[in-house]
């Protein structure tokens, strides 16, 4: 990143562990997270941050695809959704991006369905099967039209993407 000050969504921002880092680093914050919970610690690490409580199962909230971001980010929060739903909020959002924006999502996540079936058996008895954990192939499979997506594996169950919309 720069060091000019940018507009950064965060989608499920939790306690705001990795915001708040971008927060102190002077960036503008906006995020989105339905515990009221979340939403209470995260303030006092970001007082000046617009923070919305929004379910995600109802889709983004208007005054949130009327602005424009150069980053959007989430770590750990999409994988509540399923593929189809994960992919249906992505497009949503993507269009708020600006021309040289990106989308970084952190989450558990693989590089192949057999990756993700392997860990599975493998943690069979600690796996969350209530999660929807990403699987890159499928994931890029699902995703319509023109878009940039690259994955890099960062552990045996963890990954980042890095989404960019091609104009
Ligand atoms: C595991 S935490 C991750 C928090 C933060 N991104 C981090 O990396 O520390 C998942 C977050 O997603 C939020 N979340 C889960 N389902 C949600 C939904 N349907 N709408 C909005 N937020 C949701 C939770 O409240 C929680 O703060």
């Known amino acids: 990143m720069t060091k000019e000050s940018l507009n950064i969504l965060d ?39 617009r923070l919305i409580q929004w379910d995600l199962t ?35 959002v993507l269009p708020t991006l600006k021309k040289e924006g990106k989308l970084l999502i952190g989450d558990v996540s693989f590089q192949t369905e057999e990756d993700h079936n392997r860990c599975r058996d493998r943690y069979k008895d600690v796996w969350d099967y209530d999660e929807y954990y990403f699987v890159f192939e499928e994931i890029k499979k699902r995703l319509a039209g023109n878009k940039q997506i690259e994955y890099t594996q960062l552990s045996h169950c963890g990954g980042v993407f890095a989404l960019t919309p091609q104009t």
Not at 27 to 49: C, R, V, W, Y
Not at 60 to 80: C, E, G, R
């Open 58 to 92: 109802n889709g983004f909230p208007d005054q949130i695809l009327a602005a424009k971001y150069d980053y959007i980010v989430s770590t750990y929060a999409l994988h509540h959704f399923t593929d189809a739903y994960k992919v249906q909020l992505l497009e949503q």
């Open 11 to 49: 989608i499920g921002f939790g306690t705001g562990v990795l915001t708040g880092k971008l927060y102190d680093a002077g960036h503008h914050i906006t995020g989105l997270d339905f515990s009221d919970k979340m939403i209470q610690i995260a303030e006092e690490k970001m007082p000046n941050a």
